[in-house]
């Protein structure tokens, strides 16, 4: 009944949320007769939508330590994703867009994210549509798998690879990746990759 109030609240309908999620207007009728649940995904969408806690569109008190009395981090992107609209962690805001994240532990406002373009490190397991967080002013380590810009005339290519000092050397099933020396050839290490993303 929480749910059915707090749309009323902020001039939503059945058919409005029928929309919004959208379901057939017959399984909101179910969720509001208790005979369906609200899914986590579902919650959060309207969450979003509406501008308020998780939690409180669940029904549950705040701060209790349930882990859904925020809604999701947004992280921007570096560059606009290709896939965009097609992958469900991506939500487009004021002409921007941003990675969805539940977990924001360890990630601080120079976050951001990046979908991978090439197959310049398939064999390491990172592969193109793959979505990597990475983090402004973090210094980047032999050995770490890196993103950093590589100049050619008047723009720069962003690139990921591995860092072996002095040089970021690709890990492919292609040879068309060659290593590139950070000294030598107009190339510019931003920072490390912290996580890796594979949406299905």
Same mark, same amino acid.
């Given at each position: ?13 059945? +058919? ?5 999620? /959208? ?8 969720? !509001? =007769? ?8 579902? $919650? ?6 509406? /501008?308020?806690?998780?939690? =409180? ?11 859904? $009395? ?20 991506? @939500? ?5 867009? !941003?990675?969805? @994240? ?6 601080? +406002? ?33 050995? =770490?798998?890196?993103?950093? =810009? ?24 292609? +040879? /068309? ?24």
């Amino acid at each position: 009944m929480h749910l059915k109030q707090l749309l009323a609240k902020h001039g939503l309908t059945q +058919t409005d949320l029928a929309h919004l999620l /959208g379901r057939d207007k017959s399984v909101i009728t179910n969720l !509001f =007769q208790g005979k369906r649940q609200l899914k986590a995904q579902e $919650a959060a969408l309207i969450a979003r939508h509406i /501008g308020v806690p998780v939690a =409180q569109v669940m029904g549950l008190a705040e701060g209790r330590g349930s882990g859904l $009395a925020e809604p999701p981090a947004l992280i921007p992107f570096q560059h606009e994703p290709m896939q965009g609209k097609k992958l469900p962690n991506v @939500v487009k805001k004021e002409g921007k867009f !941003f990675l969805e @994240v539940d977990e924001t532990a360890g990630y601080s +406002t120079k976050a951001y994210a990046l979908e991978i373009s090439d197959e310049a490190m398939n064999m390491a397991g990172i592969l193109p549509g793959d979505i990597i967080i990475s983090e402004m002013d973090r210094p980047c380590k032999s050995g =770490q798998v890196v993103v950093a =810009q590589h100049y050619q005339g008047r723009g720069a290519k962003t690139i990921v690879r591995k860092y072996e000092p002095p040089f970021l050397m690709a890990h492919s099933t292609s +040879t /068309g990746f060659a290593p590139l020396n950070v000294k030598q050839d107009d190339v510019r290490l931003v920072s490390p990759l912290l996580k890796l993303i594979r949406i299905f």
